[in-house]
């Protein structure tokens, strides 16, 4: 019965007599006669769905009605904004969260106004004796236009500036014959554009520089390379190329792929997950009491793979370098670390500035403004943080961090990579001079590590996850601090050390052995392996239980031991088998991550990394429904459509700013070396 509307919230019985309250109660009382400004107005709130009992708080109204038709009027410039409530609620004893939209007229958008509104609706709520909340903890965000800043003419500048260069570089790369032609008063000499070509991995040591690229014009023959580091034609060349050399680490392609589509797997769960959805409540209580769902709920050890991949990487490399060079020059480690630098930060501030400013100027929908004007939205974080992200410390400030106050959430885990790269050579070089004392100092420095986390985690009373302990708050201290996160780099150098020193003569003598002695000699390793890396992701199962269940928490020795071990034995795990699989140990396993179609989406993992969350965090602010997360079809086509766009999104990203900058680095960096 529409026409009772008004009495069941007592809109219009609020006490003093307010704009907003005569407002409210003309269109409750307009409802009898059917009048249309009164009919758009309910059409347009959001209601409670079918599932409240089972978690749907998530009560969207009809985002596109507001300011339109009867609830806008564009001679007087009357008009409704879309507004969003949000409210702590608690169900059953469990933590949930209210969000509320609606179409809301221009009277009723005051602090106070509202305040009294949300008493009345709270009220009505506790009434059922099963949900209660408070309503002085309600909060609601009005849409306002969100203004070009500072920071977004900075964004648009920057990406500007690197779109032209790509088309300038695109069309020098076509018609670069008659450019030179011309510059050179007619002549035709194409030999020289033969001369000036390189490749990102061509060996600049076979013959002196100037030799190497002669050209009667110097000046014009600079340009040139410089505008066709940009040209989409080499860029997406090298995106596409399959070549190999000898000595590339070709299983670690594979890996880093299926690490990266582990995280965003993880991440679009938790946009699932916390958004309220018609069945969130009960079904992911079901969910946690599937076994294989903590792939998902305990995927951690994803991140922890790259800290392992990047420190055998480096220290393979470096080694391959220092062993050619017979040492490097303070020159060229300056150039070292610089390269390292410009490599990752030009594409992560392309990303910062889109995530930061751009999103919040395209993003629309229902919840939009919520997640655009929050306190801790991106764009807020990023113009307090944006400095840390440059500086690569914004793990370490703010102090109290685990991703949710940060400039690109995912950044803190760059920040603990490029401290690792800093502390790398102190290590790599102590193994190659000292190999004895420099896996004494390394492999100390990972039990510090280890022994640091147990420590924490004793003295606060921690659980072996965030996921396993009911008093989550204080895992900001283990999740991304360096002297917490190091464990798995250093492992990885230790691998990569190994690799180095001996792979060669492992991997001869391995393709001596009949077939049946390799199966015989890797089947027990990989088991192992295999094994201990199920129990990292998997062994948390029961203690996930007791905390879901509220009865109890796992014991102290059970969570130190998991805290201080997980990450080292994980990390040896995934370093052994990348070992055999070099060796010639690795049989169809090694085939199925060395297949050359990984090498194009390996080379975009980078990039998938920095843009993916902004992307679910756009998908959220625009949501018309909620989530239905049962059966599992429909998330997985969500996941689906997620990382689609973020590989595509990447491949823009890397043509336009990660490969181009990597074109144009090299030359330098290849010169100063």
């Known amino acids: 019965n529409l026409g009772n509307l008004g009495n069941l919230c007592n809109l219009g019985n609020l006490g003093n007599q307010t704009q907003c309250n005569a407002k409210l109660s003309q269109l409750t009382s307009g409802l009898t006669s059917f009048n249309p400004e009164s009919i758009a107005f309910i059409d347009a709130l959001g209601k409670p769905g079918p599932g409240v009992t089972t978690g749907n708080f998530l009560w969207l109204g009809n985002y596109e009605m507001c300011g ?30 209210l969000v509320w939209t609606g179409c809301s007229p221009p009277e009723c958008r005051s602090t106070a106004d509202l305040q009294d509104v949300f008493k009345q609706i709270a009220a009505l709520i506790n009434k059922s004796g099963i949900i209660h909340t408070d309503p002085a903890k309600w909060v609601a965000q009005c849409d306002v236009k969100q203004e070009f800043d500072a920071g977004a003419y900075a964004a648009v500048t920057i990406i500007s ?3 032209l260069l790509v088309v300038l570089g695109t069309l020098w790369y076509l018609l670069e014959p008659i450019i030179i032609s011309f510059m050179e008063g007619g002549k035709d000499d194409t030999t020289v554009l033969v001369d000036a070509e390189e490749t990102p991995y061509e060996d600049v040591d076979k013959q002196p520089t100037e030799e190497k690229y002669r050209s009667p014009n110097q000046p014009e023959w600079l340009l040139g390379r410089f505008m066709k580091c940009f040209a989409l034609q080499r860029t997406m060349e090298t995106l596409f190329s399959t070549a190999t050399k000898p000595g590339q680490v070709l299983c670690l392609n594979g890996i880093r792929v299926l690490s990266i589509n582990w995280v965003v797997l993880g991440h679009s769960y938790l946009l699932a997950i916390t958004v309220s959805t018609y ?23 994803s991140v922890d793979s790259f800290f392992a991949l990047s420190g055998f990487l480096v220290t393979y490399l470096l080694l391959k370098q220092l062993t ?51 306190p801790q939205s991106s764009h807020a974080m990023c113009e307090r943080y944006w400095y840390t992200n440059l500086l690569y410390i914004n793990n370490l400030v703010p102090w109290k961090n685990s991703g949710s106050e940060a400039c690109v959430g995912q950044g803190w885990y760059l920040a603990n990579d490029m401290q690792f790269f800093l502390v790398a050579p102190l290590f790599i070089v102590l193994l190659v001079g000292r190999p004895l004392l420099g896996v004494m100092v390394t492999g100390g420095t990972i039990l510090c590590s ?107 020795v059970e969570s130190v031991s998991y805290q201080g071990l997980a990450r080292i034995a994980w990390s040896l795990s995934l370093t052994t088998q990348i070992l055999m699989c070099q060796c010639g140990l690795g049989g169809f396993i090694n085939s199925l991550l060395s297949w050359s179609g990984w090498q194009l989406l390996s080379r975009l993992t980078y990039s998938v990394f920095l843009l993916h969350l902004g992307l679910i965090t756009l998908l959220a602010g625009q949501m018309r429904h909620a989530f239905f997360l049962n059966p599992d079809f429909e998330f997985a086509v969500s996941y689906l459509g997620i990382l689609t766009m973020s590989y595509l999104s990447a491949a823009v990203l890397y043509l336009t700013v990660e490969q181009p900058v990597a074109n144009l680095e090299g030359i330098t960096y290849r010169k100063s070396t």
């Not at 609830?71 to 969003?84: D, I, W």
């Not at 069945?279 to 599937?290: D, E, H, I, S, V």
């Not at 490599?343 to 999103?359: D, F, S």
């Open 68 to 97: 339109t038709g009867a609830l806008g009027n564009k001679s007087t410039g009357y008009r409704y904004e879309n507004c969003v409530v949000s409210a702590p609620l608690t169900l059953g004893g469990y933590p949930l969260a």
């Open 161 to 163: 500036i690197f779109t």
């Open 279 to 301: 069945n969130g409540f009960t079904y992911a209580t079901q969910l946690l009491k599937r076994r294989n769902f903590l792939i998902i709920f305990n995927g951690f050890p």
């Open 324 to 374: 050619k060079r017979g040492g490097l020059t303070p020159l060229q480690w300056i150039a070292f670390y610089f390269h390292r630098y410009v490599r990752l930060t030009l594409p992560y501030l392309v990303a910062m500035l889109i995530e930061g400013w751009l999103y919040r100027l395209v993003m629309t929908g229902p919840t939009a403004q919520q997640v655009t004007s929050s």
């Open 450 to 556: 280890a022994i640091t986390t147990a420590v924490i985690t004793a003295h606060y009373h921690l659980g072996p996850a965030s996921t396993a302990d009911p008093n989550p708050d204080q895992f900001w201290l283990l999740y991304n601090k360096p002297w917490i996160r190091i464990t798995p780099y250093l492992v990885g150098i230790l691998g990569g050390w190994f690799y180095w020193k001996w792979g060669q003569q492992v991997t001869e003598r391995v393709k001596i052995l009949p077939e049946w002695q390799k199966v015989v000699c890797a089947t027990p390793i990989w088991a192992i392996t295999a094994a201990v890396e199920y129990a990292v992701v998997f062994g948390l199962y029961h203690d996930i239980q007791l905390n879901i269940n509220q009865e109890g928490k796992p014991s102290e």
